[in-house]
């Protein structure tokens, strides 16, 4: 089961008036990360605000040469495919990229396609804290290195946070760990086997012979109906 953990960062919060600057996304196969990684800043043609920078620390002068969006949409379409979407708020990460996508001429991402972790946890953990930071501290996923809200590193987290949300990685041990994978392999060696040859389960006449004899004893058998 493929997955794609995906987070963006922004000018501002509104897709209508704000665009995306920065763009991640990491693979899941059976929840687990593969190392396969899309991760872009992007140009978007507008000031970066002071006041968001002070969230992701991306200023207009790092993303000097910066591709826009319109020249990474056709690979980030190919890299995600129609795979489902981990997101944390996902609401907003969809109605961003979808804001780039109409201006764009394409397709919206149905908000279907994501599966929102906020919701999640809220869920799991009714009452408590949701957000990415406090996730982290409750399962002991390690962000002191998480200075500043940035796409990719917020993706990784993320993805060690979703394991844990549906269950741990006990869960994703049992579905792909070496121990599987050895007894699906010794499982197709065997298949492989030779072919045993049938066996012959035809009565011969004496079996009939006593089995007719059998029945002759047993007032009106059901056999003979």
């Known amino acids: ?24 996304c990491v693979e899941l196969m059976n929840h687990v990360p593969t190392g396969r990684t899309f991760h872009k800043l992007v140009d978007p043609e507008m000031e970066v605000s002071a006041e968001a920078a002070s969230i ?45 996508l109409a201006r764009l001429g394409f397709p919206k991402i149905p908000i279907a396609r994501a599966i929102d972790t906020v919701h999640i946890a809220r869920k799991k953990f009714p009452g408590a804290p949701a957000s990415l930071d406090a996730l982290c501290k409750r399962f002991g996923v390690d962000n002191a290195h998480r200075t500043f809200h940035g796409a990719l590193l917020d993706c990784d987290l993320l993805a060690q946070v979703y394991l844990e949300l549906l269950g741990g990685r ?24 030779p072919a045993r040859e049938p066996r012959p389960h035809a009565p011969t006449a004496a079996e009939e012979a006593a089995h007719a004899a059998a029945l002759a004893k047993i007032k009106n058998p059901v056999w003979l109906s």
């Open 1 to 24: 089961m493929r997955e794609i953990v995906l987070d963006t960062e922004t000018t501002g919060l509104d897709p209508k008036s704000h665009r995306i600057l920065e763009i991640a």
């Open 56 to 100: 992701h620390g991306i200023t207009n002068e790092k993303l000097k040469g910066a591709p826009v969006f319109a020249e990474i949409v056709a690979e980030f379409l190919d890299f995600v495919a129609d795979s489902k979407f981990v997101i944390h708020n996902a609401e907003f990460d969809v109605g961003f990229i979808n804001a780039e």
């Open 170 to 193: 006990q869960a994703a041990l049992i579905e792909t760990g070496p121990a599987r994978r050895a007894a699906e392999t010794a499982g197709a060696e065997i298949a492989r086997g």
